[in-house]
């Protein structure tokens, strides 16, 4: 089967690596793919929102599958661009069209659609510039600190946690009045704070049927003990070791069958991955996020822990047939360590060349922020490889990413130390 995956991270790295197990693959291509995809398959420079180019590359190269990486394709239409197009629409694509991918692409439809499928999630209420002063007098109303979302996508750091009550209504105002975050920021959501533990949950639908992939848990703070930027994902563990079977039971319970189920019931068709961003408070889980893909670097613990075969899998998941499909799952744990540029997630420097990623033994090295320059492999992200480990527990997987990572070297290299440290 020929094979287009879109997108450049770690995650489509390691959906490479998984692909390229199958005896299925005849041909893998990656658009536009990274250093590491370039040694699995052969990577195609395009813009995933590049619809016609994307078009271009499945008809010449008789692509038989595609499936997207990132949200952005997603949000902006990619699959509907596939279905109203005759030369196309047999194709299948693994990702959710326009419509559903509002439940990564706007915070209010998520929450609308969580509200009416009575899913557990944090009270809020949207605001927009003309309802600027509403907002203010809601923020009064709650306990600091106060959780501010931009409605739209921006780049993962829409969602502010404040402290003080002047400072939530100063950035209000920043949002709404001044855009802080351009067209994102024209609506806010301003939500409960939820205090408690977070992991997430991966789903993968047919639109009818589902099957849960691996939980995980990631570490988004560039700092160690959880402090500092946020980041995309510094490192990440499967399965998470307090999800125990009650807790797994209540998630798919009270959040997976109601949000496979309310998609359903309002007509949506839902084809790919759903990544379930969920906090526990007192033991009970609470929707913070819904994605419309797979999580970076979750995917670098959650793909080495299927077992099945992955063209079959995605297959299966075209053909409306999972709910007949085995999933097997390796009872180990994985754990991923992000290694960053230095000053990632500001500004940083590209280009440094990468050592020693050929040395690394009984870990797998996936991918991230890398490209080919005079046949070196260089840096050319803030996120630049993640080293994945298995292990009996995390804390062997971990050992073992650590020793390896002290294989490889680039100019201001920087990783944290503590994954898993809360656990
Ligand atoms: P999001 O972009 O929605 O994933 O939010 C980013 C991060 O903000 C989450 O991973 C949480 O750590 C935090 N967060 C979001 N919503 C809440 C909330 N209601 N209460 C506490 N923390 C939250
Ligand atoms: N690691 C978080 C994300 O992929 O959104």
Same mark, same amino acid.
């Given at each position: 089967?020929n094979?287009?995956i879109?997108?450049?991270g ?14 299925k ?11 590491g ?18 078009k271009?590359?499945?008809l010449k190269?008789?692509?038989q ?11 902006n239409?990619v699959?509907?661009?596939?279905l109203?197009?005759n ?5 299948p694509?693994?990702?959710?069209q326009?419509?559903?991918a509002?439940?990564?692409?706007s ?13 557990p999630?944090?009270?809020y ?13 809601f ?14 996508? &921006? ?10 009550l ?9 949002m709404?009045?001044n ?14 704070f939820?205090?408690?533990?977070e ?11 589902y ?5 995980a ?6 700092g160690?003990?959880d ?8 490192g &990440?563990?499967s399965p998470?070791?307090?999800?125990d ?14 949000t496979i189920d ?5 007509g949506i068709p ?12 007192e ?7 819904y994605?419309?893909?797979?999580g ?7 793909i080495?822990r299927?077992?099945s ?6 297959? &299966? ?7 007949e ?42 991918? &991230? ?5 005079n ?13 994945t480990?298995?292990?009996?527990n995390?804390?062997e997987?971990l ?5 390896n990572?002290?294989?490889?070297k ?14």
């Amino acid at each position: 089967m020929n094979i287009l995956i879109l997108g450049s991270g770690g995650r489509e790295c390691a959906f490479a690596w998984k692909f390229a197990q199958s005896e299925k693959i005849e041909k893998l291509l990656i658009a536009p793919g990274n250093a590491g995809t370039a040694k699995i398959g052969e990577n195609i420079l395009l813009n995933v929102n590049d619809f016609e180019a994307i078009k271009n590359v499945v008809l010449k190269n008789n692509i038989q599958m595609v499936v997207v990486g990132p949200e952005d394709p997603l949000v902006n239409g990619v699959h509907d661009f596939f279905l109203n197009d005759n030369s196309l629409k047999h194709i299948p694509v693994i990702g959710p069209q326009k419509y559903a991918a509002q439940l990564e692409g706007s915070k209010e439809f998520a929450k609308e659609f969580m509200i009416r499928h009575e899913i557990p999630t944090a009270k809020y209420e949207s605001f927009t510039k003309e309802t600027l002063e509403n907002g203010f007098k809601f923020l009064e109303k709650l306990e600091p600190p106060y959780v501010l979302k931009a409605d739209g996508l &921006a780049a993962g750091k829409g969602v502010l946690i404040l402290n003080d009550l002047k400072d939530a209504k100063n950035e209000l105002e920043e949002m709404l009045a001044n855009e802080k975050f351009g067209e994102a920021s024209t609506k806010v959501v301003i939500e409960e704070f939820l205090d408690g533990i977070e992991m997430s949950s991966f789903v993968l639908t047919d639109g009818d049927n589902y099957v849960i992939l691996p939980n995980a848990k990631d570490y988004k703070r560039i700092g160690e003990g959880d402090k500092g930027l946020n980041t995309g994902g510094m490192g &990440a563990i499967s399965p998470v070791p307090f999800a125990d079977e009650i807790l797994l039971e209540k998630i798919e319970e009270r959040v997976i069958k109601p949000t496979i189920d309310g998609l359903k019931k309002d007509g949506i068709p839902y084809v790919g991955f759903i990544f379930i961003g969920l906090i526990m408070v007192e033991n009970e889980p609470l929707v913070i996020e819904y994605n419309v893909r797979m999580g970076d670097p979750e995917t670098e613990v959650v793909i080495p822990r299927i077992k099945s075969d992955f063209v079959e899998l995605l297959n &299966a998941t075209a053909n409306r047939k999972l709910g007949e499909f085995n999933l097997k799952i390796d009872n180990r744990s994985a754990t991923t360590v992000m290694l960053v540029s230095g000053g990632y997630p500001e500004n940083y420097e590209k280009g440094k060349e990468i050592f020693g990623i050929e040395d690394v033994e009984d870990s797998v090295v996936f991918q &991230a922020g890398t490209s080919i320059a005079n046949d070196k492999i260089v840096t050319n992200g803030g996120r630049v490889l993640a080293v994945t480990s298995y292990g009996d527990n995390f804390h062997e997987a971990l050992k073992l990413s650590y020793k390896n990572i002290g294989k490889i070297k680039f100019d201001k290299m920087n990783y944290r130390s503590d994954i898993g440290f809360d656990l």
